[in-house]
């Protein structure tokens, strides 16, 4: 079974003027019943489990997804069920939340740095070094925890800054063979209020609840704008934001799981070649056995 997802109108290209107004939070559902998309989604991630192998067998890679979105976005859920085919010696999965007293003493990147993946590994940030230019620009309390110098935490300029950093970053990430995916689940207020209700209406989904999901709900105008400046001024041919309907979580995993398979095939990896030398080694080596 095939369908065809045109990956393109959800990338944010460089130099857009993010206005999530303009970017929609469903769209027409790729599978005409769950059977359909179920084998859909059991193909994907099978052709990513193959394409994990060679990925891992090559090691000339890194890949790094990075998922970011508002709380019951459904971060969670995408990155289990896409990655669920996925040989879990070649995938690391981190999650970033309340910074430790530790990596306040460092420079805002340094805590998501040291998780990087490594080459032939697929890395996956469940939140990331974004949160630093999102809930820290929410709330600004957060910012003078840091313990940054004085002069630093100017609001005409800490967030440009902090932009630079991060593409700098991504850029440099890139040339030494990273190749980077940024998800936005983009997750309209009311389905969002309709996945807490289920939270505290169904008791072995209460654990997902708290109180301070109802606090941040209130900023939500301020997380938009966040979000809006930040991917405008981040998303690169190189490392590119994709903006993904989040409303409908079957097609959200279709969307990124997708995504993902283009990016491996752009690789164009193979499995490393057996010089003549090392295949009479082998056969040398078989009739021992």
């Known amino acids: 079974m095939k369908t065809s997802i045109a990956t393109e109108k959800f990338r944010v290209q460089p130099g857009t003027n993010v206005k999530l107004d303009d970017w929609p939070t469903t769209v027409k559902p790729f599978c005409k019943s769950k059977k359909q998309y179920q084998n859909l989604l059991g193909e994907h991630v099978e052709e990513l489990s193959s394409l994990q192998r060679i990925h891992y067998a090559s090691n000339r890679y890194a890949l790094l997804l990075i998922f970011q979105g508002m709380d019951a976005a459904g971060k ?24 430790s007293a530790e990596e306040l003493e460092h420079d805002f990147l340094w ?21 630093e230019v999102l809930i820290v620009r929410v709330h600004p309390e957060i910012l003078r925890s840091q313990h940054l110098p004085d002069e630093l935490p100017d609001a005409e300029t800490i967030w440009k800054d902090r932009y630079r950093s ?8 890139h040339r030494s063979g990273t190749q980077i995916i940024k998800f936005f689940l983009h997750l309209s207020k009311d389905e969002q209020a309709k996945r807490f209700r289920e939270r505290i ?55 990124v799981s997708h995504i993902v398979l283009e990016t491996f095939h752009d690789l164009k990896m193979a499995y490393p070649k057996v010089t003549a030398k090392r295949r009479q080694e082998l056969k040398s080596i078989r009739k021992q056995i």
């Not at 080459?119 to 070094?129: A, C, F």
């Not at 301070?212 to 981040?234: F, G, H, I, N």
């Open 76 to 99: 969670d859920g995408a990155i289990r069920h896409v990655m669920s085919g996925v040989n879990p010696q070649g995938c690391q999965v981190f999650s970033f939340k309340q910074p």
């Open 111 to 131: 805590r998501t740095t040291r998780r990087l993946p490594e080459r032939g590994r697929i890395g996956i940030l469940n939140r990331s070094y974004y949160e």
């Open 166 to 173: 991060i593409v700098d970053l991504e850029e440099h990430l």
């Open 201 to 255: 209406d169904e008791p072995e989904k209460n654990w997902k609840f708290g109180s301070s999901d109802v606090l941040e709900r209130k900023s939500w105008p301020l997380y938009m704008q966040a979000y809006e400046a930040c991917m405008s001024a981040t998303s690169t041919a190189s490392a590119p934001w994709f903006v993904v309907p989040a409303d409908d979580k079957q097609n959200a995993r279709l969307i």
